[in-house]
Every structure is written in structure tokens, then in C-alpha cells.
């Protein structure tokens, strides 16, 4: 896609697409051609999810331990590593408690029309009931079972072709399994008995403990013999890196047929029905960003004055300006990561040792608009479909997307990958992530500033506790 011989940012292309696939799926719905959007067009949606899903658990798996194994020496996970790791997981989880907060507050997925919510409900149950991997709908309720819905679970059954499995009439039973299990029983689950297991059975907890605890075993043994392997996993985790990209790039074409199905599935051959969806989705948007601007010019204006026992966030939000503006354009914090260290070193004073120390490990590891983004979008995609989570649940969601966010590679789109790792977890239906889709390039901008932001605040926290001066000259 060309204009004037130059070709279209990718960007722009997606966004075109998917404008495009709602476009056509309203179209169709209103000329009754729904069904052949559903038949012939939405499952290249499909192969996009699975493409996504392929790549998720190895680059999550090489990430990790290129990241963990790239601090060289057991000796840089003492102090300063275990500083900087915790304050970047305590900026990660206090971005995904404030995403839960706000989320269950504003309650965004629930204004949408309730009818078609209870379809979407349908929807997910028939899922289920389909999906082998899931036993039943993780809040227990049947509402299929219900006779007053039995039309219209024959008209979802109709839209997407499901057969309804046994967990309908299991149902007590297995809640009842589910009471029996002890508190400790999560940390039982991250360990894996049988790695390739994990892998073949998309267990991200386990396989992010796998990871962690490879890489620091690569640590502990000779340079010689660890070289190898080092090399070999950032080979590999280049590899999948380039996986996303080549996906990226093919990622308009996907998206207007994964658009294209999401729209027609929920309108059918009304397209009325495609509007609730939208109003929806500017509220969940709203709520994303609402987050990102408490994370930005709250959350790490207090952080700082706190430890720097100052106000000095109007200084660093300007120190800061040439990254900000440069993630924002290129959604990704990696290519961000020479001007951040350039604008962290010479304009805030953070030693060039610190820097080159703390900052490549939070392009890895910190993602905290990401991770507000995560946390955000799993309550809304629950609440859209009827899905009712638990306190359990959304602490889950704190978990794995705190450690999913820890393999996120700091590349564009790389967050949704990471949603489909939380989706998973909790038994929901990856796909759902074609619903946030239309938006997601957007949102990923202001999060990938977010996510250099914290960076630069996490160094500037690291620096202060080591005795560096900062911010003593004007040069920004």
C-alpha cells in the first residue's frame, strides 16, 4: 500500500485495515452476508491468533534468559541487581493495582447493551465447552443452561459451529475439586514437572520460572561453557524477535479479516448490534489512558519526590522529552533504549555505569503501561462477556502479568502477545483480543511512554541510593 511511491508506515496500514474489516463487516451485516464473512474471511483472523499464540511461549522463554544471562557475572545480581529488580517489580505491580482500581471502579465493559453481553456470554461458554485445555467457565456459571436462553444459544452455536462439552453437567463437582485445593497450591503450579509439557500445554507461569531459574543457573557456571548456550538463546530469542516483526508486517491483512469476523459474529445481520461494541471500547480506551496519566503524573512524580526528598519531576519530564517523544513514534521501548540512556546520563546525571546497568534491563523486564494495559483489558474482555472474576482471579492476573511483563520483548505490539499469556491463564479466550484490536496501536503509543518513563524513574531511584547527584546542571 503506496502513496505517491512511498509505501504506508505499518501503522498506518493497520489502522486502515481494520477500518476497512469494520467497514465491510457492517456492510455485509447490513446486506445479509454475514455468514460468508464468517466463513471465508474471519478464519485468516484465526490463523493471525495462532501465529501469535506460536510465537508467544518462546520468546517469552529466550527473553528471559537472554535478559537474566546478559548481567554477566553472578556478582551483578547482588546489590544493585536486587535493588533494581524490586523497585521495577514494585513499579509493575503498583501499574496493575491501579489499572484493577480503576477498571472495577468505572466498570467500562459493562455499558455496553446487556443483550448483547449475555450473547457474548454464550459465546465464551460455547468456547468452552470446545476447548479442551478448559474444563468450564471460570466463575462456575452456566447461563447457556438457562431454557430462557435456549434460542439464543442456538443462534451462537449457529454463528460459530460449537458442540456443548461435559462441563455442563460436571459442574459442581469440579467447583467442589477446585474448593479442596490448598492456598499454596499456586506456587505448586510454577514449578513444572516436565518443561516441554509446559510448553505444549501454554503453562506461562511455569515456563517463566523455568526461564528465570535457567538463566540464573547459566550464571553460576563457567564463562566458557555458558557462552555457548548464551549465545544460542539471544540467537534464538532474535529469531522470534524477527517472528514478530515478519507477522507485524502482514499484520493489516490479518487485521482486516480478524476485524472483519469479531464484528460480523457480534452483529449477525444486524449491524445495530456492532455499535454497542464501539461504545464499549471508547470506554475501556478512556479508562487505559486515564491509568497511563496517573502512572506518569502521579504515580512517578511521587515516587521521586520521595526519595529524591525534592520536586524535581517538572525537570525530569523535560530531561526526558526527546525519549517520550521518540516511544511514543516508535511504540518500542528497545529502539527507544540509546536516547533514553543518552537523555538519563546527560541531562538527569545518572553515572554512565548505573545506566548501562539498570536501563537495558528495564526495556526487558519493566513494563508498567504495558502491564496497567494487561490488567485493564482482561476485567474489560471478563466484563463484556458476563464473566464474573474473583478476588483469586484478578490477584492472578497481578501475578502473570507482572511475570509475563518480564518476557515482554520491547518491540511494537509485543504487549498483545503478553495478553494472550494472561488470557490464557485464566481460561479465557485468547481471541478476544480481535475485540481491543481496533484500538490497540494507539494505546500502545502513550504505553510504550510510559514504560521508558518508569525506566528513566527506576535509574534515577537506583542512582539517589548510591550516592549520585542528580539533576545539578541545566544542560536538557
Not at 171 to 182: C, L, M, N, P, V
Not at 295 to 321: E, T
Not at 438 to 466: K, Y
Amino acid at each position: 500500500m503506496t502513496i505517491n511511491g512511498k509505501r504506508l508506515p505499518l501503522h498506518t496500514r493497520i489502522i486502515i485495515a481494520l477500518f476497512l474489516g469494520v467497514g465491510w463487516a457492517l456492510l455485509s451485516s447490513r446486506l445479509g452476508w454475514s455468514a460468508f464473512t464468517i466463513d471465508w474471511i474471519a478464519p485468516f483472523g484465526d490463523i493471525f491468533i495462532n501465529l501469535l499464540k506460536l510465537i508467544a511461549v518462546p520468546l517469552v522463554l529466550f527473553s528471559i534468559i537472554s535478559g537474566v544471562a546478559g548481567m554477566s557475572d553472578v556478582t551483578k545480581l547482588g546489590k544493585l541487581g536486587v535493588r533494581t529488580l524490586l523497585i521495577y517489580l514494585a513499579t509493575t505491580m503498583t501499574a496493575i493495582l491501579v489499572g484493577l482500581a480503576l477498571v472495577n471502579l468505572i466498570r467500562p465493559g459493562e455499558m455496553a447493551d446487556d443483550e448483547q453481553r449475555l450473547r457474548n456470554r454464550i459465546d465464551y461458554e460455547l468456547w468452552v465447552a470446545s476447548e479442551g485445555s478448559v474444563e468450564r467457565p471460570i466463575d462456575g456459571v452456566c447461563m447457556s443452561c438457562d431454557p430462557a436462553n435456549t434460542e439464543l444459544v442456538q443462534a451462537v452455536r449457529e454463528a460459530r459451529g460449537s458442540e456443548e462439552g461435559e462441563w455442563v453437567s460436571e459442574k459442581i463437582d469440579q467447583a467442589s475439586r477446585t474448593k479442596e485445593q490448598g492456598p499454596l497450591q499456586f506456587l505448586v503450579d510454577m514449578v513444572p514437572s516436565n518443561i516441554f509439557l509446559s510448553f505444549n500445554n501454554t503453562l506461562m507461569l511455569q515456563v517463566i520460572f523455568f526461564a528465570i531459574f535457567f538463566g540464573i543457573t547459566l550464571l553460576l557456571i563457567p564463562g566458557e561453557k555458558a557462552g555457548p548456550v548464551v549465545g544460542f538463546m539471544n540467537g534464538c530469542n532474535e529469531v522470534f524477535m524477527k517472528m514478530v516483526d515478519l507477522v507485524m508486517e502482514a499484520a493489516p491483512f490479518f487485521v482486516f479479516a480478524l476485524m472483519a469476523g469479531v464484528v460480523a459474529r457480534m452483529s449477525g445481520d444486524d449491524p445495530g448490534a456492532a455499535i454497542e461494541l464501539f461504545k464499549g471500547l471508547s470506554a475501556y480506551g478512556l479508562v487505559v489512558l486515564l491509568g497511563l496519566a496517573l502512572i506518569l503524573f502521579v504515580i512517578y512524580p511521587i515516587a521521586l519526590s520521595l526519595v529524591l526528598r525534592r520536586n524535581v519531576y517538572g525537570r525530569f519530564f523535560k530531561s526526558m522529552g526527546p525519549a517520550q517523544l521518540l516511544a511514543f513514534s516508535t511504540s518500542s521501548s528497545a529502539a527507544t533504549l540509546p536516547v533514553t540512556m543518552e537523555c538519563v546520563e546527560e541531562n538527569i546525571g545518572v553515572s554512565r555505569s548505573t545506566a548501562s546497568f539498570v536501563l537495558p534491563i528495564g526495556a526487558t523486564v519493566n513494563m508498567d503501561g504495558t502491564s496497567l494495559y494487561q490488567a485493564i483489558a482482561v476485567i474489560f474482555l471478563a466484563q463484556f462477556h458476563m464473566v464474573d472474576l474473583a478476588f483469586a482471579d484478578q490477584m492472578t492476573i497481578v501475578l502473570t502479568a507482572t511475570l509475563a511483563s518480564i518476557g515482554a520483548a520491547a518491540v511494537p505490539s509485543a504487549g498483545l502477545i503478553m495478553l494472550i499469556v494472561v488470557l490464557t491463564s485464566l481460561g479465557l479466550d485468547p481471541a478476544w483480543i480481535g475485540i481491543i484490536y481496533a484500538i490497540d496501536r494507539p494505546l500502545d503509543m502513550c504505553r510504550t511512554v510510559i514504560n521508558v518513563s518508569g525506566d528513566a524513574t527506576v535509574s534515577s531511584i537506583v542512582a539517589h541510593s548510591q550516592g549520585e547527584r542528580l539533576f545539578t546542571g541545566e544542560r536538557s
